[in-house]
């Protein structure tokens, strides 16, 4: 039930995002790193909505300053919410850009939300429960890495991890069919759950960034982890590698 409301909740914020023109546009610190009204207002919209179908619940999100992860957090329910993951793409008509929604339950992801509304992709998973696309059940591919996409992201305000993920994509083309990159690490992890692609990588994302989506990813059979092999804290920024079924190691690409 609780899952149903935030679902709606979800459409609805994917709707403020389709109906958004022209936005003003913010710059935040370090090179090409924006916020839009647009995202002001979804995140405004979601705590509203949000605090209502579960009064107790704290929230971390990206904007207007909410964007620490405090001790609280880690104690009973806590929303982590980006009102628009993929802004870049938001603000150049770039798709995809998308809501998502986490909700943890003592410091561990507990439902994962993400909602793309241009093309009306609704991913969503319960901890245990598997991973679904629009209410059927997904599960990430089978197929050798040599036989599939992967995709990586990288922010241009992150300068010192430029060289890393450069030199880490360098090794992993001809280890795949192609690279992508999308401009929206949750679309991203997304990605492998439903079998587009098999691998993902990250030097370093934000917990609004993974926690839906790496809960989606794992629960449709994808292994996720930091660069290191080592669990995801779910208490901040980390690096994010995400595979898929078919591949049993992360290759040695970093
Ligand atoms: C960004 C996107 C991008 C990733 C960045 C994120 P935003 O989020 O997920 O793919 O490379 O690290 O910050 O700013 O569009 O919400
Ligand atoms: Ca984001
Ligand atoms: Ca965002």
Same mark, same amino acid.
């Given at each position: ?10 459409k609805e914020a994917g709707k403020i995002m389709i109906e958004a023109s ?114 059927? @059940?997904?599960?990430? =591919?089978? *197929?050798?890495?040599?036989? !599939?996409? +992967? ?5 241009? &305000?992150? #300068? ?19 690279? @992508?990159?999308?401009? =929206?690490? *949750?679309?991203?992890?997304? !990605?492998? +759950? ?5 691998? &993902?990588? #990250? ?16 629960e449709a059979g994808c292994k996720v982890t930091d660069i290191e092999g ?5 208490s901040g920024a980390s690096s994010v590698v995400c595979t898929a079924r ?9």
């Open positions: 039930m609780i899952l149903e409301n935030i679902l709606q909740v979800a022209n936005p003003k546009v913010m710059e935040k610190s370090g090179h090409a790193n924006f916020c839009t009204e647009t995202d002001e207002k979804i995140q405004a919209f979601l705590i509203d909505k949000l605090s209502k179908i579960c009064p107790e619940a704290s929230f971390l999100g990206e904007e207007d300053g909410q964007d620490v992860f405090t001790a609280k957090m880690s104690k009973g329910l806590c929303f982590v919410i980006d009102p628009i993951d993929g802004t870049s793409n938001f603000i150049y008509a770039y798709r995809p850009s998308v809501v998502s929604i986490a909700l943890l339950k003592d410091g561990r992801p507990y439902l994962g939300i993400v909602y793309n509304p241009f093309d009306e992709m609704l991913f969503t998973a319960e901890a245990g429960r598997g991973a679904y696309l629009n209410k059927e @059940r997904i599960m990430s =591919s089978d *197929a050798p890495l040599a036989e !599939s996409l +992967a995709v990586f992201g990288t922010a241009p &305000y992150y #300068e010192e991890l430029r060289d890393r993920t450069f030199d880490a994509v360098k090794k992993l083309m001809p280890l795949c069919v192609d690279v @992508r990159r999308s401009g =929206s690490a *949750a679309w991203d992890l997304c !990605s492998v +759950a439903c079998g587009k692609c098999s691998l &993902y990588f #990250e030097m370093k994302i934000q917990l609004w960034d993974y926690a839906a989506a790496a809960l989606i990813a794992s080592k669990s995801l804290s779910y078919g591949i049993q190691e992360i290759p040695e690409i970093f």
